[in-house]
């Protein structure tokens, strides 16, 4: 069992940058293929962006976010982060934290996801 836990949301203007960060339990940190998702009301949930196993591995984003959006991760803290510059309105989201383990390689589909955070809600104002 994996433990996953969100923070860093909060309400920020536009243009402005949050970061968040996502701490997950295990000894074996560095083999969690992990993502970060964002839902709002009525919709379904959209991958962000992902990165693989370790601190130099693969990164992946959804376009929407390209360039504006960087994922890393620390493992020696067994922690993931989303550094959010730039941000817009529609970004306005609850944002998860999830876990692929074992590793699936399908980076955009949440079923492929094993553990999943409680949320942390970003709201961008206008």
């Known amino acids: 069992q994996v433990h996953v836990i969100e923070s860093g949301g909060g309400l920020v203007q536009a243009g402005g940058s949050l970061t968040l960060s996502c701490a997950a339990s295990?000894?074996?940190?560095?083999?969690?293929?992990m993502g970060w998702f964002r839902q709002t009301p009525g919709a379904e949930r959209e991958f962000v962006a992902g990165?693989?196993?370790?601190?130099?591995?693969?990164?992946n984003y959804v376009d929407s976010v390209k360039g504006r959006f960087t994922i890393s991760r620390d493992n020696s803290k067994n922690t993931m982060y989303l550094h959010m510059n730039s941000l817009k309105p529609e970004d306005t989201a609850v944002y998860y934290c999830a876990v692929d383990l074992p590793p699936r390689g399908r980076w955009r589909v949440p079923d492929d996801y094993d553990y999943w955070g409680q949320g942390t809600q970003v709201t961008v104002s206008s």
């Open positions: 295990g000894d074996t940190f560095s083999s969690y293929k």
């Open positions: 990165i693989g196993m370790r601190e130099t591995d693969e990164t």
